[in-house]
Every structure is written in C-alpha cells, then in structure tokens.
C-alpha cells in the first residue's frame, strides 16, 4: 500500500514564491493561516504598514509593539491613518486584497485551509480557486483519516483581524469532535510551545486544545503561530503536538506521512 504525503504550512505571511512549489510530491496541502503580512518584524520594509508608511514608520511602530507599548503603538497609528486620509479600513482591505490575489494563485490544489489570526476570513471565498477547501470548526477526510480545523486566535493587546473570545474558540474546538489530526492556528495552551525565543514572549494558546487533545488522543495536533519556538514539538499521551514552522522564514513545508 502507498503511502499518503501531506504538506502543512503555517504563517505564510506573503511568501508567495515558496508557497507555488509547496505542494510538490504531496497528495494534498494542509494551510493553518496567517496568509497576509502586515508588519515584518524581521524586515521593517516589507508589509501593508510599510508600504503605506515607509519602512521607518513600521521599525518605529513595531518598536512599540515589541516593548509592550500597545497604546502609544494606537497613537502613532491613528496619526498616521488620519494624515494618510480616507478610511483605514479601506486602505488595508486593498491591500489585503492585493496579498490574497497573488497568495491564493500560488496555492498548490487540493488544499485544505483555516484561517490564522491576521487573516480576513470574510474575504478568502472571493479568492479561492476550485481544490481550495476552507474549514473552520469543521472536519474533511484526506487520505483516510479525519483532519478537524479550527482556525483564528484568541483576545490579545495587538487586536489582529480574527481574534475571538475563549469561549466561542472552544464551540470551535469541540464541534471538530474526535479526529486523527487535530488542525489549528494557534497552539495548545503548554508553555515551552508558547514562548517565542527571538520575541522572546509567550503567545497566546488554547486551554480547549488541550483539554480535547488530552480527553480524545488525536495522533497529531499541528499548529503554527509562534514563529521560533522554545520547543517545536511535545507530546501529550499518545498524540504528537508539532508546530509546522514558520513558511515565510523556512520556505518549505512540513511533512507528514502515514
């Protein structure tokens, strides 16, 4: 019997040019989010804010962000947005647009989508193409095992596009049920998964993750998120907890195989 060869990535952030051969010798692309990319913290020239402010602006504004400053981090922001005129929101869904149109061409078919908490959920069915399947709080069967997606993050101080209360994030959690792969942005709530090394803070996880991992033994958990993590996997009684990696940085997917 042959084996099936899953590709998963997570935090594409606009990296459009690896995202095209992704799909390469898999059976299927698995997307855990984050698909658009506001702000690089790696390259402050790159991102919707720097291409609207300038790649000094965006170093100034994700300098206070990194510190913790998140209402002076506001400030700088709405001065910059009331300068550039017109309606904020306006600007960044062009520009979310424009990232969506040339991301969602790349996309390798078939793919198997969730969304990640940058994303803009209201505006993905307008660009996905036929073999793009969008799931959220739902389930699809690929290559005989039941994969459940859960998609978005949870409340934070940075208040990106598709954060949602803890409560609503578990119905999520618990309408996907029991599945082989459990499938999420965000990771379980377990601090070493949480703690990014180069940001060096904890993002946020899901208590609800964990608690279904513990009480239904997925053999996989897969999420993305933290971008350098302190431990990229861990295991929770019998299921393997991997986050995938950071697409826009690595360039190549995660491999599953069975």
């Given at each position: 019997m042959s084996?099936?060869?899953?590709?998963?990535?997570?935090?594409?952030?606009g990296?459009?040019?690896?995202?095209?051969?992704?799909?390469?010798?898999a059976?299927?692309?698995?997307?855990?989010?984050?698909?658009v990319?506001?702000v690089?913290?790696?390259?402050?020239?790159q991102?919707?804010?720097?291409?609207?402010?300038?790649?000094?602006?965006?170093?100034?504004?994700?300098?206070?962000?990194?510190?913790?400053?998140f209402?002076?981090?506001?400030?700088?922001?709405?001065?910059?947005?009331s300068?550039?005129?017109?309606?904020?929101?306006?600007?960044v869904?062009a520009?979310?647009?424009?990232?969506?149109?040339?991301?969602?061409?790349a996309?390798?078919?078939?793919?198997?989508?969730?969304?990640?908490?940058?994303?803009?959920?209201?505006?993905?069915a307008?660009?996905a193409?036929?073999?793009h399947q969008?799931?959220?709080g739902?389930?699809?069967?690929?290559?005989?095992?039941?994969?459940?997606?859960?998609?978005?993050?949870?409340?934070?101080?940075?208040?990106?596009?598709y954060?949602?209360?803890?409560?609503?994030?578990?119905r999520?959690v618990?309408?996907?049920?029991?599945?082989?792969v459990?499938?999420s942005?965000?990771?379980?709530?377990?601090?070493?998964?949480?703690y990014?090394t180069?940001?060096?803070?904890?993002?946020?996880?899901?208590?609800?993750?964990?608690?279904?991992?513990?009480?239904?033994?997925?053999?996989?958990?897969?999420?993305?998120?933290?971008?350098?993590?302190?431990?990229?996997?861990?295991?929770v009684?019998?299921?393997?907890?991997?986050?995938?990696?950071?697409?826009?940085?690595?360039?190549?997917?995660?491999?599953?195989?069975?």
């Amino acid at each position: 019997m042959s084996l099936v060869r899953i590709h998963v990535v997570s935090d594409v952030h606009g990296r459009v040019d690896a995202l095209a051969g992704a799909g390469d010798g898999a059976d299927a692309l698995v997307c855990l989010g984050d698909l658009v990319l506001f702000v690089d913290y790696a390259d402050h020239s790159q991102g919707i804010f720097a291409d609207l402010f300038g790649a000094e602006k965006a170093a100034e504004f994700i300098g206070l962000r990194t510190e913790g400053r998140f209402d002076e981090a506001r400030v700088m922001s709405a001065e910059l947005w009331s300068a550039l005129g017109g309606d904020p929101r306006a600007h960044v869904e062009a520009a979310v647009r424009g990232q969506y149109a040339a991301i969602f061409a790349a996309m390798p078919v078939p793919a198997y989508l969730t969304y990640g908490n940058v994303d803009l959920p209201a505006l993905w069915a307008e660009y996905a193409r036929p073999g793009h399947q969008i799931l959220d709080g739902e389930t699809a069967e690929i290559g005989g095992l039941r994969f459940g997606f859960v998609g978005g993050g949870l409340r934070t101080p940075y208040r990106t596009p598709y954060e949602i209360d803890d409560a609503d994030y578990a119905r999520k959690v618990a309408a996907v049920g029991r599945v082989d792969v459990l499938c999420s942005h965000i990771p379980p709530a377990i601090p070493e998964l949480l703690y990014d090394t180069v940001a060096r803070r904890f993002e946020r996880g899901s208590e609800a993750l964990l608690d279904a991992i513990k009480r239904t033994q997925p053999r996989y958990a897969l999420f993305g998120h933290v971008h350098q993590p302190l431990w990229s996997r861990t295991r929770v009684g019998r299921t393997e907890c991997v986050n995938v990696g950071h697409f826009r940085g690595r360039g190549t997917p995660y491999v599953l195989e069975w």
